[in-house]
């Protein structure tokens, strides 16, 4: 696919994506910079850019003031939790669908995709007082299990759509040599099938990670996780663009170096498994 | 192992098993203004005090509001302690839904709380929040710019002093504003601050039969006046701005005035916070000539307990401790007497220490000038000041104001505004059965 | 290759995912609708009892109901559309041989992980802000007023916001299909000598065409529910409100339960069109 060009036109290809590149990550890296700045420097007429004298002083009180541990501990658990109990949850429907369809499996599937259009301020009162009643108000668990579901209809998708890739012919050969069904599943499809799982993994943890309706509304002291820990920064009495960026960072920051590790896994999950 | 060493042990391990039995953690839900930042920094001095463990959930306001309203409303049971205002508490109060604070210890001295604030959170008499702090509405402004433009505030300044000033200190070249004025929507912003204007030239929310009043000419008057003046002397932007947003320009010397909370008055005047600390003097909220009520509205920031939590012992302990004189006491010595949580308690506005605080006469003086009971000159069916204490109200207030910041920002006429205002609250009050 | 016994074993399998659904949107969808019958108000002792078919025709015929559909399909068209077209230039432009094309990469998704509330916070307060925001800021440098965008340009900065978000998932989307374009078909074009406008045309559109589609349906149902962008930015005024927020409105600022429950079915009977037209028109570019 390498096509040759001149290094003219490849030093203007450069310039011009660098620039869009840059110009989209913008937003971030102020964020990033404006949290080293103390809040009069944040609000500088003209913009200070670089030429400014970094502080930590912005963590520091953020550090204080929050048990920022927790917060973190809580979104690691709730975005893992999910994310995991939705790809058990999903890799059997997933299977059967891409190997063994029905004139209903795209039905099936695209029904599933319509309940995430379910407006979830509208099921605030039934949810909540079903949590009551199961008592797992400010539990991690109560998050986990809305969050799988919630996200379940993407995993299924996601997952049908690289388990129909692999080629029927392999399977069909592993149920000549007599693999049951659980071998089959086992030994044959899912070593196959891993780095559409691993993408799938990745792609639901940012969305379970960001996810700031539920994740706000059920949690109180004990299960909050990092969205609770922004909306304590937002909008308070004064100046608070430095804090709020500090906070802001530290929510992003782990999810951010996720990316930026796994970044091969992310972009064919990001693509929802849907294009070759 | 020496007879002291024995007796110190034992000592030491009915300390541990004593606090041990008290050792009880309460969730507490607050909002993330300043003093209430300060208040958890000083939770330790309570943890040590009491063996009790307090959990925060600082919120903005907004989350909070919508997080404390779904959990008392279903008897979640989430939080042992609940941040709520003047507005919250009358309604909670009555549906049975707060503990009510009438068993307060005698140190406590509950009758030292300041009469409006008591009575603005009570329900039948009976006390269902303890105030943290309380504030009305005053006139901040620089006495150098007022200067400059050859001026002098008067004691009780009317609307039009206000414009005429606002319009001399305007300076758009160096980017000062002569006035800013909340223009936010939403109902305890903008809608608090137009409802308290409205109340100053005369309007009411709703007559005697639950009437929306949008239609009469006093609010065409006041919403005319109030778009005006900003269009002269205000900052871009300002349908927009709610308190957060004018304090900063304020500290940031953009604003010659700012009508907004007395609480303001501390951080306005804290040189580490702002640029115009030492010339920042103030006067009591303005009224329309003739018209014999101010722009003074009554709030506070107020520590509930839920019915139903099962550490009512705890938490009245906590919100004893937080609302005492003694925490006054304590930041005073940490802190300085300008920081202290002003407008909760009259002995605070004895003290000496307090008198010499530059704004400590003029916020009481604004407190004491608010009366829920009688907000406008006309009779009203309903309690309350800037806002009006029936349920429904944070709903339709907050479109209200969403249609009136429209109007400020340009996209609608103030007639179109007050027209769709009159028809959406009549609407809602229909369906909630006044009408 | 499907036997009865692998036939039933699938159903066995697909029984978790679709049960746990199936009661994910059945309870609390039969919990909406009991309400919705019901005048339920929280802070006036709760249940009032059965009233009918009234907060249906309430909600339908309040004044705000119909700008607040509208408000939703602009908000989603217009980051559809932009989301798109500048998905579909970035792509194309990422795609051409460049030094350091991985670093890009990560540059342009960067977006996609950065929680929604603190997108609007941070496009709220330090960009669009009238007095502190670099737009500001930047307005000014080249002598213009400064625009207020939250109130002046309120649905355009919301969709601005969101689109800056949704933008690297269609980007990632459409670059993954225009990669897998045969190259040599393009080759031979260019060989023709086609101007690249028609190449583009006539070559790389049509096969992007399933990608699109992708883009389209995923962010359709990510779209409709948009809440914290509005929430954190305009609070629902100056023309934002959309169907989802209105319905927060009477839920949550109203506390009418039964009225904001009869918005919620109405919100599901629009996703649903929203849905059946979606799969009609283009979810048949889902099979290949």
Redesign the interface.
């Known amino acids: 696919m390498a096509r040759s060009v001149t290094p003219r036109r490849k030093a203007l290809n450069t310039a011009a994506a660098w620039s869009v590149g840059l110009l989209i990550f913008f937003p971030i890296l102020w964020t990033i910079l404006t949290s080293f700045k103390t809040e009069a420097q944040a609000?500088a007429d003209p913009p200070l850019f670089l030429g400014f004298d970094w502080t930590l002083e912005n963590y520091a009180t953020v550090m204080e003031?929050?048990n920022y541990g927790r917060f973190l501990w809580n979104s690691i658990v709730i975005a893992g939790g999910s994310t995991l109990l939705g790809i058990l949850i999903a890799v059997p429907a997933a299977w059967s669908m891409a190997f063994v369809p029905s004139k209903r499996t795209k039905d099936i599937l695209l029904w599933m995709l319509s309940t995430k259009m379910l407006p979830a301020v509208g099921v605030?009162?039934p949810i909540?007082?079903l949590?009551?009643q199961f008592g797992v108000?400010?539990s991690k668990i109560a998050l986990v299990v809305i969050l799988m579901l919630i996200n379940l209809p993407i995993i299924v998708w996601m997952l049908y759509t690289y388990f129909k890739e692999i080629p029927g012919e392999i399977l069909e050969a592993a149920r000549m040599d007599g693999a049951s069904l659980k071998e089959e599943v086992l030994y044959v499809l899912t070593p196959m099938a891993i780095p559409g799982i691993a993408s799938t993994i990745l792609l639901n943890v940012i969305l379970a990670w960001n996810e700031a309706f539920w994740t706000?509304?059920l949690?109180?002291?004990?299960a909050?996780p990092l969205t609770?820990f922004i909306?304590?920064?937002?909008?308070?009495?004064?100046?608070?663009y430095a804090k709020l960026s500090a906070a802001s960072t530290m929510a992003i920051a782990p999810i951010l170096i996720l990316g930026w590790f796994s970044q091969k896994q992310l972009v064919s999950g990001l693509t929802f498994g849907a294009v070759k | 192992m020496s007879l002291k060493h024995k007796l110190f042990a034992a000592t030491a391990l009915s300390l541990i098993t004593g606090s041990a039995a008290l050792a009880e953690t309460i969730?507490i839900?607050t909002v993330?203004?300043?003093d209430m930042?300060r208040m958890?920094?000083y939770t330790d001095d309570f943890t040590a005090e009491t063996g009790i463990d307090v959990?925060?959930?600082?919120?903005?306001?907004?989350?909070l509001r919508?997080?404390v309203?779904?959990?008392i409303?279903?008897?979640?049971?989430?939080?042992d302690i609940m941040t709520i205002g003047m507005y919250e508490t009358p309604?909670w109060g009555a549906?049975g839904w707060l503990v009510p604070l009438d068993d307060l210890s005698a140190e406590y001295e509950a009758d030292d709380i300041l009469p409006a604030m008591r009575a603005g959170l009570s329900h039948d008499g009976t006390l269902y929040a303890a105030p943290f702090y309380g504030e009305s509405s005053m006139i901040m402004y620089r006495t150098d710019l007022m200067e400059k433009a050859g001026l002098e505030m008067p004691a009780e300044p009317t609307w039009q002093v206000i414009r005429e000033a606002a319009a001399k200190m305007t300076d758009r070249e160096n980017d000062i504003n002569g006035i800013c004025l909340r223009g936010k929507?939403?109902w305890g912003e903008g809608g608090a601050f137009i409802t308290v204007t409205a109340n100053s030239f005369g309007a009411r929310w709703f007559d005697e039969e639950w009437n929306a009043q949008f239609d009469q000419p006093e609010w065409k008057e006041a919403l005319e006046f109030y778009v005006g003046m900003m269009e002269e002397s205000g900052?871009?932007?300002y349908?927009?701005n709610g308190?957060?947003?004018n304090?900063?320009?304020f500290?940031?010397g953009?604003c010659g005035m700012w009508i907004d909370a007395t609480v303001a008055a501390s951080?306005v005047t804290n040189p580490n916070?702002s640029t115009v600390a030492d010339s920042v003097g103030f006067a009591l909220a303005p009224n329309s000539e003739g018209v014999e009520k101010r722009a003074n509205w009554l709030w506070a920031w107020a520590l509930a307990i839920p019915a139903g939590t099962q550490k009512e012992e705890a938490a009245k302990a906590f919100i004893e401790w937080a609302t005492s004189k003694e925490y006054i006491e304590l930041v005073a010595a940490k802190e300085g007497w300008a920081n202290v949580p002003p407008g909760a308690r009259t002995s605070l506005y004895e003290n000496d220490n307090y008198k010499s605080v530059p704004f400590a006469k003029m916020t009481l003086d604004s407190i004491n000038a608010a009366d829920p009971q009688n907000p406008t000159v006309k009779p009203v069916p309903y309690v309350g000041v800037q806002f009006v204490a029936i349920?429904?109200f944070?709903?339709?207030a907050?479109?209200v104001?969403?249609e009136f910041?429209?109007a400020?920002?340009?996209?609608q006429s103030i007639d179109e505004a007050l027209e769709?205002a009159q028809?959406?609250t009549n609407?809602?009050m229909e369906?909630?059965g006044y009408r | 290759m499907a036997t009865q016994h692998s036939r039933s074993a699938a159903r066995f399998m697909m029984a978790p995912a679709v049960v746990l659904l199936l009661g994910w949107m059945l309870v609390p969808l039969t919990m909406t609708l009991y309400f919705s019958f019901k005048k339920y108000?929280?802070?006036?002792?709760?249940d009032l009892g059965w009233v009918g078919f009234d907060n249906y025709v309430?909600f339908v015929t309040?004044?705000?109901f119909w700008p607040s559909v509208m408000t939703t399909l602009i908000i989603v068209g217009g980051v559809l559309l932009i989301t798109v077209v500048f998905g579909v230039l970035l792509a194309i432009l990422l795609n051409q041989p460049m030094w350091g094309q991985g670093i890009v990469r990560i540059l342009v998704i960067a977006p996609f992980f950065v929680m929604p509330t603190v997108s609007a916070l941070v496009w709220k307060n330090m960009f669009m802000?009238?007095?502190?925001g670099l737009l500001a800021y930047l307005w000014e440098f080249f002598g213009a007023?400064?625009v207020?965008w939250?109130?002046?340009a309120s649905l355009t900065s919301i969709i601005m916001i969101v689109s800056w978000q949704w933008l690297p998932f269609a980007t990632l989307i459409l670059l993954t299909a225009i990669q897998s374009l045969d190259s040599e078909q393009l080759e031979a074009a260019e060989m023709d000598s086609a101007p690249a406008f028609k190449r583009f045309i006539y070559i790389v559109l049509p096969h992007l065409s399933r990608a699109v589609t992708v883009v389209i349906l995923i962010q359709t149902i990510f779209l409709l529910s948009i809440f914290a962008e509005i929430?954190v930015t305009?609070?629902?005024?100056?023309?934002t409100?959309t169907l989802t927020y209105l319905i927060f409105?009477?839920v949550?600022?109203?506390?009418?339960v039964g009225?904001g429950s009869a918005g919620g079915v109405y919100a599901i009977i629009l996703a649903n069109i929203v849905a059946i037209f979606l799969m009609r028109i283009v979810g048949k570019n889902l099979d290949a």
């Open positions: 609000i003031r929050s605030l009162y909540y007082l949590s009551i108000l400010d706000l509304n949690t109180a002291a004990k909050a609770a909306a304590s920064y937002s909008s308070p009495e004064g100046l608070f | 969730t839900a993330n203004n300043g930042i958890q920094g959990e925060w959930v600082t919120l903005e306001e907004n989350v919508q997080r309203t779904t959990d409303s279903t008897k979640g049971g989430a939080f309604i549906n929507a939403g900052p871009a932007g349908a927009t308190f957060n947003e304090l900063s320009l500290q940031q953009k951080f916070d349920p429904e944070a709903g339709i907050t479109e104001s969403q910041s429209a400020y920002a340009g996209q769709k028809a959406l609407e809602a369906a909630a | 108000l929280p802070l006036r002792g709760g309430r309040s004044s705000a802000d009238p007095n502190y007023q400064p207020e939250l109130s002046q929430f305009t609070g629902g005024a100056f023309g409100r409105q009477r949550l600022e109203s506390q009418n009225l």
